[in-house]
């Protein structure tokens, strides 16, 4: 394993003196801990991502001419719909 520095806040590093202390490590450990659980989480999510956007079909959209302000805005025309 390699080492690094990190820079932080005095109550970031406090809460992680105490939450390696509470699971019996170093602060070290605790956040390289921390680093590889993202790493994981994020890695997974990617590839769940990719996953999904293999199979997802595309989607063909017609045009359509687009709404104008009073159309957008019709109050009465929302009202009648109810």
Same mark, same amino acid.
């Given at each position: 394993?390699?080492?690094?520095?990190?820079?932080?806040?005095?109550? /970031?590093?406090?809460?992680?003196?105490?939450?390696?202390?509470?699971?019996?490590?170093?602060?070290?450990?605790? /956040?390289?801990?921390?680093?590889?659980?993202?790493?994981?989480?994020?890695?997974?999510?990617?590839?769940?991502?990719?996953?999904?956007?293999? /199979?997802?079909?595309?989607?063909?959209?017609?045009?359509?001419?687009?709404?104008?302000?009073?159309?957008?805005?019709?109050?009465?025309?929302?009202?009648?719909?109810?």
């Amino acid at each position: 394993m390699k080492n690094m520095t990190i820079t932080a806040e005095p109550d /970031v590093l406090r809460w992680a003196r105490m939450k390696a202390a509470e699971e019996d490590t170093s602060v070290s450990y605790f /956040v390289g801990r921390m680093l590889k659980e993202r790493m994981l989480r994020e890695r997974d999510y990617a590839a769940a991502r990719r996953e999904h956007f293999a /199979v997802l079909k595309p989607v063909r959209f017609q045009k359509a001419r687009p709404f104008s302000r009073e159309e957008l805005h019709d109050r009465a025309a929302l009202r009648r719909a109810k």
